[in-house]
């Protein structure tokens, strides 16, 4: 068996005697020594009331960082991440072809989709498919955005609208209906067929000698309210 190791002393190991430490530690005691103010107590020759009015008098010439919200919309950043938008084409088409891969990559599972066939007699999108179901939960969007990362054709996006509050849970689940872009001017609300050309290709490569869609059907849909 080893050797009981011996308890550390308070000792300190310098070389310096015995007396030079004991002066250094007066010396020290002498400098740290409280001053006869408490600790974390400024000392003014002012009473204790007035340096209280000193701080709310000098706190009335800074900057109010006050908002004036509801009465005046807080103006978000462009790209703020807020209630999703389901966009169309510029002839009122829908863009979102019911593929699911928002609601794979939403870590929330805050998205429900059904997808259903297009036909000749009822069109929703340009493609064989559209989303028949669309349900976004804000119960659980936690607004990260992956969603509309997923989105192969654009359909998804987000607008800058934030005011999602309610007090029924049930309105917190938004429809398709609800989340769908309003028709702008030169668009026809769908089921209808394509407009923009006969096939596929012609409908989402225009010839550029064609007639362009009007520019405000063409401007990315930002607002609308249910
Ligand atoms: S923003 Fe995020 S949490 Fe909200 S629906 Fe999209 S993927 Fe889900
Ligand atoms: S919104 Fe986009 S990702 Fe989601 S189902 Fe429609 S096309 Fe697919």
């Known amino acids: 068996m080893s050797e009981p190791t011996p308890p550390p002393t308070a000792e300190p190991t310098s070389g310096a005697s015995p007396a030079r430490r004991e002066g250094t530690a007066i010396a020290r005691q002498s400098s740290e020594a409280p001053s006869n103010t408490a600790p974390g107590k400024r000392s003014s020759w002012l009473p204790g009331p007035a340096q209280g009015f000193g701080v709310t008098f000098a706190t009335m ?17 462009p790209r703020y991440h807020g209630r999703h938008v389901l966009n169309r084409h510029p002839d009122g088409l829908e863009k979102c072809v019911g593929c699911e891969l928002c609601a ?18 009822a069109r929703f999108s340009p493609g064989e498919r559209y989303g028949a179901v669309y349900q976004i939960n804000y119960l659980r969007c936690i607004f990260c955005g992956l969603c509309i990362e997923a989105c192969p054709t654009r359909s998804l996006t987000m607008s ?8 029924d849970r049930q ?13 702008l001017p030169g668009m026809e609300q769908p089921p209808h067929p394509m407009r923009l050309g006969e096939n596929e290709q012609d409908y989402y490569v225009r010839d550029p000698k064609a007639a362009p869609p009007t520019q405000q059907a063409a401007e990315p849909v930002i607002e609308e309210r249910a």
Not at 61 to 77: A, C, I, L, R, S
Not at 109 to 119: K, L, R
Request: charged share 30%.
């Open 160 to 167: 800058n609208d934030f005011e999602l509050a309610d007090d």
């Open 171 to 183: 309105a917190l689940i938004y429809t398709k209906e609800q989340l769908m872009a309003p028709l």
């Open 61 to 77: 010439f800074k900057k109010v960082t006050t908002e004036e919200y509801p009465e005046v919309p807080k103006q978000t950043k």
């Open 104 to 121: 794979w990559a939403c870590p929330a599972d805050a998205i429900y989709v059904e997808g259903g066939d297009n036909t000749e007699d």
